[in-house]
């Protein structure tokens, strides 16, 4: 199939994400309420978006690093080999961590990270994701914080896309791909 045409349908709302963004990060700041600064990590690209969003919301001292992984190039299936693109900058050791991921698919991403960040001994270790497709996992992993739950379908918007276009909606829409 070409998968040059296709079209967006609206899933997500702008005004529905920024209502659940603030939702999470109240959550967030009541569960690290203690900590002197907590570490949020975004896993990049596709949590970009969502991370600024989510860090204006937060209540409490932070700062922000990223980490790039990639197992899916620019296809639509991961390949389920994960590989560190960008590491982080800073040392998390006896530190308090937020992972922040656009979605969770397979699993395969976030078991691969939390396992590289857990052997850094962390103080305490959370994730956070925008999107969670728990039809499509195959390794037992999830988030601690969810802002939506999704059916199989193929997303962008917000940050997430499909061959480097249309992170930039503010909104989530499913592609449906029309054949020529």
């Given at each position: 199939?070409?998968?040059?045409?296709?079209?967006?349908?609206?899933?997500?709302?702008?005004?529905?994400?920024?209502?659940?963004?603030?939702?999470?990060?109240?959550?967030?700041?009541?569960?690290?309420?203690?900590?002197?600064?907590?570490?949020?990590?975004?896993?990049?690209?596709?949590s970009?978006?969502?991370?600024?969003?989510?860090?204006?919301?937060?209540?409490?001292?932070?700062?922000?690093?990223?980490?790039?992984?990639?197992?899916?190039?620019?296809?639509?299936?991961?390949?389920?080999?994960?590989?560190?693109?960008?590491?982080?900058?800073?040392d998390?050791?006896?530190?308090?961590?937020?992972?922040?991921?656009?979605?969770?698919?397979?699993?395969?991403?976030?078991?691969?990270?939390?396992?590289?960040?857990?052997?850094?001994?962390?103080?305490?270790?959370?994730?956070?994701?925008?999107?969670?497709?728990?039809?499509?996992?195959?390794?037992?992993i999830?988030?601690?914080?969810?802002?939506f739950?999704?059916?199989?379908?193929?997303?962008?918007?917000?940050?997430?896309?499909?061959?480097q276009?249309?992170?930039?909606?503010?909104?989530?829409?499913?592609?449906?791909?029309?054949?020529?």
């Amino acid at each position: 199939m070409d998968h040059t045409n296709y079209v967006i349908d609206q899933m997500i709302s702008a005004k529905s994400i920024a209502a659940r963004v603030e939702t999470l990060a109240n959550e967030i700041s009541t569960h690290f309420a203690d900590t002197d600064k907590l570490v949020v990590v975004g896993l990049l690209r596709g949590s970009f978006v969502f991370i600024a969003d989510l860090v204006r919301e937060l209540d409490l001292p932070c700062e922000v690093d990223f980490l790039e992984t990639s197992s899916y190039g620019d296809g639509m299936n991961s390949s389920r080999e994960v590989r560190i693109l960008k590491d982080l900058r800073g040392d998390i050791e006896g530190r308090d961590i937020l992972v922040v991921e656009d979605i969770v698919d397979t699993g395969h991403t976030l078991r691969h990270v939390i396992g590289l960040l857990k052997s850094r001994n962390p103080a305490r270790f959370e994730v956070c994701a925008l999107l969670d497709k728990p039809s499509r996992r195959e390794v037992n992993i999830s988030a601690k914080w969810t802002g939506f739950e999704i059916p199989d379908e193929f997303v962008v918007g917000y940050g997430i896309d499909y061959a480097q276009r249309n992170r930039n909606l503010d909104h989530i829409g499913s592609v449906r791909f029309i054949e020529n």
